[in-house]
C-alpha cells in the first residue's frame, strides 16, 4: 500500500531533490511512499488553497521551499521557538486539521558542521536572506558558537540577523579582514551558485585549521570550497545541510528512522550529474 506522505512546495519547484532523500530512505525500508513536488505560485490565497487541500486530504505534511517560507510560518497554527525567530518555517506538519512549522534548515545546517567534527567558536556569516536567518541561528543556539560576525552586501540586513544571534557587522567590502582569527566561515549568500556570480573573498586570512561551509550545493563544490580546501581547511558542503534537514520531516511523518550516509549522498550526486548532463 501506497503512504500518502507529503510534497514539497515551492515555486519553481521542478529542481528539488526532496523526493529523491524521501524515497530513498523509503525504498529502505521497503515502504512506497508518495512525495510530490507542488508548484504553487507565489501568492497568499494559492499558498493557502494547496494546504487546505493536503489537509483535507489527510496528507502528512509538507515541505516548503522558496518563496513561500514565510507564508508557511504564517499559516501554522503552531511554531517551534526557532521557526519563529527565524521567520521562516521549512516544514509543516499536519495532524486533524492542525498545522506545526518547523524550521528544519536550521537543524540540517547545524548537524552538518557537528558532522564534519567541526566545533567552531568565531564564525564569519556572509549573507542575510533567508538561509543566513536560520544559519545564524544554528550557530548561536545550536552550536554555541559566541562570536559571530556577519557580513552582507545590504549592510541594514546584516544588522538584523546579528540582532537575531547577538553578533557583530563589519562591511561586506571588510570580509576578507574578518576572516582574521575565524574558525568558520559560512557562505549563506546565493554567490557561487550555478548562473551567479562566484564568491569573492580573499582567504588568505584564514587559517588552514578552519572550516568552510557553503551552503550553495549546485555546483556541489563551489570556487569557495575548491579554494578552502586547497589551502588543507575542512570543506562542508551544501547537500550535507539538505540532507539533514530532510531528517526531522521523514520521521515526524513516517515514525521511521531516517539516516544520512554515504548511500544516500551518492543518490543525490547522481541526481545532481543527471541535472548538469541530461
Ligand atoms: P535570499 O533570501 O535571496 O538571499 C540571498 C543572499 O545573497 C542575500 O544575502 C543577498 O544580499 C546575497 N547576494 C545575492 N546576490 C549578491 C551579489 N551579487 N553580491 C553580494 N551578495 C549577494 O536567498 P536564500 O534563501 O537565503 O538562499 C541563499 C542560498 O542558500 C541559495 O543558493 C540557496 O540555494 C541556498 N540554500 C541552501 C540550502 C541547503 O539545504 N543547502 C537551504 C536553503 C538555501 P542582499 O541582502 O544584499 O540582497
Partial sequence: MVTRT???IGWPVTHSLSPVIHETWAQREGRAIR???????????AFRDAIER??????????VTLPHKERALAIADEASGEARAAGAANMLTFSGRAIRADNS?????????AEAGVKPSRALLLGAGGAARGVAIALERRLGVKNIV???RTRA?????????????????????ALDGADLLVNATSLGMAEHDPLDIDLTRLSPGAAVADIVYVPL????LRAARAKGCTGIDGLA???HQAVPAYEAWLGATALVDAGLRARLEAALRLRSNP
Avoid: H, S
Fill in 241 to 243: 545541510m539538505l540532507m
Fill in 35 to 45: 512525495y510530490e513536488r507542488l508548484a504553487v505560485e507565489p501568492d497568499d490565497a
Fill in 6 to 8: 507529503a510534497g514539497v
Fill in 157 to 177: 540586513r546584516a544588522e538584523d540577523v546579528a540582532r537575531l544571534c547577538g553578533g557583530a557587522v563589519v562591511d561586506w567590502e571588510a570580509r576578507a579582514d
Fill in 54 to 63: 493536503l489537509v483535507r486530504e489527510g496528507w502528512k505534511g509538507a515541505n
Fill in 221 to 224: 563544490e563551489t570556487p569557495l
Fill in 105 to 113: 534548515d536550521i537543524i540540517g545546517f547545524a548537524q552538518a558542521v
Fill in 150 to 152: 556577519v557580513a552582507n
